[in-house]
T-cell receptor, first 116, second 112 residues
Framework: GAGVSQSPRYKVAKRGQDVALRCDPISGHVSLFWYQQALGQGPEFLTYFQNEAQLDKSGLPSDRFFAERPEGSVSTLKIQRTQQEDSAVYLC??????????????FGDGTRLSIL | SQKIEQNSEALNIQEGKTATLTCNYTNYSPAYLQWYRQDPGRGPVFLLLIRENEKEKRKERLKVTFDTTLKQSLFHITASQPADSATYLCAPALGSNYQLIWGAGTKLIIKP
């Protein structure tokens, strides 16, 4: 597709369940980012991939959060044993080349996660 | 710690006027600063990137300034239109290998 695609758009889960969020970046993009956005706030960085390598996972809030990009294209963010504070919009972004601060990021429309 | 401040209150501007949004940062010196637009229920959309050695950058009706002494970036929309109504986010970065740090955004409302 022409842009970054995320699925599902909405996810409702009960506390304690595991969830998996998918991101299809723009074809050929080297860099992939995951962010968490709370209502009324800016995105908060979670993790960064350069191709299949996870170069920065400093933003993952706990070991319940896990991300992968095994073939350097599609990425999955997994949250285990979900808690209510995990409720947020999860955004994925991609960029054509390596690097973070020096190039535009192309965002998907996010997955809105609600934990009951 | 690094802190990004944007006007938390919504900015109401009359159509046709220039809208000016402010982004202040403290406790660091970014090499790059990016501005994005976000509509409700959508992901951010990139608008402009400015480097620390650039004072000003323009794109159509948009203009961004970067004052490293004041630690401030200003984002201007000239001849504003109701379609410009959105939340605008600023995101500085220390360098090319550093992550963007995002402000909370300013909601801009252009009234016809």
């Amino acid at each position: 597709g022409a842009g970054v695609s995320q699925s599902p758009r909405y996810k409702v889960a009960k506390r304690g369940q595991d969830v998996a969020l998918r991101c299809d970046p723009i074809s050929g993009h080297v860099s992939l980012f995951w962010y968490q956005q709370a209502l009324g706030q800016g995105p908060e960085f979670l993790t960064y991939f350069q191709n299949e390598a996870q170069l920065d996972k400093s933003g993952l809030p706990s070991d319940r959060f896990f991300a992968e990009r095994p073939e350097g294209s599609v990425s999955t963010l997994k949250i285990q044993r979900t808690q209510q504070e995990d409720s947020a919009v999860y955004l994925c972004a991609s960029s054509p080349s390596q690097g973070s601060g020096n190039q535009p990021q192309h965002f998907g429309d996010g997955t809105r996660l609600s934990i009951l | 710690s690094q802190k990004i401040e944007q006007n938390s209150e919504a900015l109401n501007i009359q159509e046709g006027k220039t809208a000016t949004l402010t982004c202040n940062y403290t406790n660091y010196s970014p090499a790059y600063l990016q501005w994005y637009r976000q509509d409700p229920g959508r992901g951010p959309v990139f608008l402009l990137l400015i480097r620390e050695n650039e004072k000003e950058k323009r794109k159509e009706r948009l203009k961004v300034t970067f004052d490293t002494t004041l630690k401030q970036s200003l984002f201007h929309i000239t001849a504003s239109q109701p379609a410009d109504s959105a939340t605008y986010l600023c995101a500085p970065a220390l360098g090319s290998n550093y992550q963007l740090i995002w402000g909370a955004g300013t909601k801009l409302i252009i009234k016809p």
